[in-house]
């Protein structure tokens, strides 16, 4: 039994329901399980072309099309090779991060990294695209099989080399080379984004942006931590402003909302936190209008007309105004997807949003107008009899 044979063997038995398809050309035997193709020269007792034959004691399987077990036919051209000390650093490592381009443009490559919990992940020095090879233009997190990596480490002298299923835009697989022999076997992907961050060798910090579910990958690599943006100065001198106009209690809750909304930005995703925001804010101003202006008027401000009170309402509802600028003023992280259709329809749900806040806002706008249209006219009317005296 030859090594790659081997190695076969091992992924073979690791399927829930081990099946082995058999079948040969005219010059070369394919043997294919769930997780790899082995390509290897004719055996005297393989199966006619067009036929297909018993391997061992898997069950027998079936393929309409022989010729896409070919590697020429299923594998993308433009392979990476893995070879000296890369090779062990990769084998060595939980899994490994394939991004073609970093964040300022250059060519990056496979990132070997460590799990270190939380969505983080440690990584070693990246091993370079060269020029031939050709892994895509997204980032996406594979696993190396077990039985792969065991089968490497223990035969230092199979080629080790990465490459894509042909057609597909992250489906990444191992080539593995052994005299006459060859085997293609399939890096699985996690089904959901599990990559936060990467730290890398030099201490900086990577992390993915833009998931696509359907591919099962990201668009691209950003640089630093995952934070917020838009929170800038603007923002922070309007909150200042508006501690100062309100009561003690106020700031402490509007700082809390504040703070409840940096804390979903970094886990919940950039549209859905958008869309969710303005509703709050739009709602909310009338009833703690009164909670605030009822005491005062019943206690301190007995004397006082309501409608001045009522005139007033603005400067309480000028605190909401610093929540609804700071989710207006955040980046999206992200831009649409054309094949993701949940994205597409947050999108949607958002611009809805602000259209109903564009239409509260409005109509708010035309009631302050004619408020102060009211109080403006008073002091014309009067404005213009004392003009009338003095002639």
């Not at 896409?68 to 000296?84: F, Q």
């Not at 991004?99 to 460590?114: E, F, M, N, Q």
């Not at 997807?337 to 597409?344: A, F, L, Y």
Request: proline share 7%; glycine share 6%.
């Amino acid at each position: 039994m030859t090594t790659l044979e081997k190695i076969f063997n091992d992924l073979a038995a690791t399927s829930r329901k081990p099946s082995v398809i058999r079948s040969a050309t005219a010059q070369q035997e394919y043997l294919a399980c769930t997780y790899a193709v082995l390509q290897r020269p004719r055996q005297p007792d393989s199966p006619a072309p067009g036929e297909f034959g018993q391997y061992g004691k898997y069950q027998q399987g079936r393929l309409a099309a022989v010729n896409n077990l070919l590697p020429e036919v299923a594998l993308a051209p433009g392979a990476l090779r893995i070879e000296g000390a890369a090779r062990e650093v990769l084998l060595k490592a939980t899994a490994m991060v394939v991004a073609p381009t970093s964040p300022d443009g250059g060519r990056l490559g496979v990132i070997p990294v460590h799990d270190a919990g939380g969505g983080v992940y440690v990584a070693d020095t990246p091993i370079p695209m060269s020029r031939t090879s050709d892994l895509g233009e997204c980032v996406a997190h594979a696993e190396l099989q077990g039985a792969l990596v065991k089968g490497c480490i223990e035969h230092p002298e199979v080629i080790l080399s990465i490459t894509r299923l042909r057609g597909t835009v992250a489906s990444y697989t191992a080539i593995l080379e052994d005299g006459d022999e060859l085997m293609y076997v399939l890096l699985p992907a996690a089904d959901a984004p599990t990559v936060g961050e990467i730290v890398m060798a030099d201490g900086s910090k990577l992390r993915p942006d833009a998931w696509n579910d359907k591919n099962r990958c990201w668009k691209r690599l950003k640089s630093g931590e995952r934070k917020m943006k838009g929170l800038g100065n603007p923002i922070s001198g309007r909150r200042e402003a508006a501690k100062q106009e309100q009561p003690a209690v106020e700031p402490v809750k509007q700082e809390q909302v504040s703070q409840e909304d940096i804390e979903k930005a970094a886990t919940a995703p950039v549209v859905a936190q958008v869309v969710s925001a303005p509703a709050e804010p739009v709602q909310e101003p009338e009833p703690v209008q009164e909670q605030v202006q009822e005491p005062v008027q019943e206690q301190e401000m007995a004397q006082q007309p309501k409608p001045q009170r009522t005139r007033r309402a603005p400067q309480a509802t000028g605190k909401y105004n610093v929540a609804v600028v700071q989710q207006l003023a955040n980046d999206m992280s992200a831009q649409a997807d054309p094949t993701d259709v949940e994205q597409i329809d947050a999108i949607i749900d958002e611009l809805r949003a602000l259209r109903d806040l564009q239409i509260v806002s409005a109509r708010r706008m035309a009631n302050l107008g004619t408020a102060i249209a009211k109080l403006t006219r008073g002091a014309v009317e009067k404005y213009s009899q004392i003009q009338a005296l003095m002639k």
